[in-house]
């Protein structure tokens, strides 16, 4: 895979990890085995722009491996980046409302659609291709957030 061989090639490429690890979320590899991705592509650039999205991917996958409280943790922390823009938020949103955050959860959908009226579930699947079991968990908890 031409991840793999940029990461051997440069393993200082912060980008590779997220890449590698949000491929490997949607591609049916077990989620577990991609958790460390996001975490070193933090280690490696910790003040990197796009840091929200290294946080929603390592909480996406925490969910999907049952750890809720480091998945809630995670989706916090990507919410409240300066940089997360409405899709990162709306991810976020439904991890919140997924790990038990439903009030919170909620005001960020709120916030979602003052910023994207309209936005809903068919605008994240145009972006993250979620398939099977993985997007019937999330449309469920978009649909739940009025999305």
Same mark, same amino acid.
């Given at each position: +895979?031409?991840?793999?061989? &940029? ?13 590698? /690890?949000?491929? +490997?979320? %949607?591609?049916?590899? #077990?989620? #577990? ?5 996001? $975490? ?5 650039? #910790?003040? @990197? ?10 909480? @996406?996958?925490?969910?999907?491996? /049952? ?9 916090? @922390? ?5 940089? =997360?823009?409405? $899709?990162? $938020? =709306?991810?976020? &949103? ?5 790990? /038990?955050?439903?009030?919170?959860? %909620? ?15 068919? @605008? ?16 469920? %908890? ?6």
């Amino acid at each position: +895979m031409a991840l793999r061989r &940029s990461i051997s090639l440069n393993p200082s490429f912060a980008s590779a990890y997220y890449s590698l /690890g949000w491929t +490997m979320s %949607h591609d049916g590899t #077990p989620t #577990p085995d991609a958790i460390p991705l996001p $975490q070193k592509a933090r280690r490696l650039s #910790p003040f @990197d722009p796009i840091r929200y999205a290294f946080d929603l991917l390592e909480s @996406d996958l925490c969910f999907f491996s /049952g750890d809720l409280e480091n998945a809630r943790r995670l989706a916090r @922390d990507a919410a409240r980046d300066p940089n =997360a823009h409405h $899709q990162a $938020q =709306a991810i976020a &949103s439904w991890l919140l409302h997924a790990t /038990g955050a439903e009030t919170e959860a %909620h005001e960020l959908a709120a916030e979602v659609r003052r910023k994207r009226p309209g936005y809903g579930f068919s @605008d994240y699947c145009a972006a993250v291709p979620a398939k099977g079991l993985k997007r019937g968990t999330i449309e469920k %908890h978009f649909r739940a957030l009025g999305y």
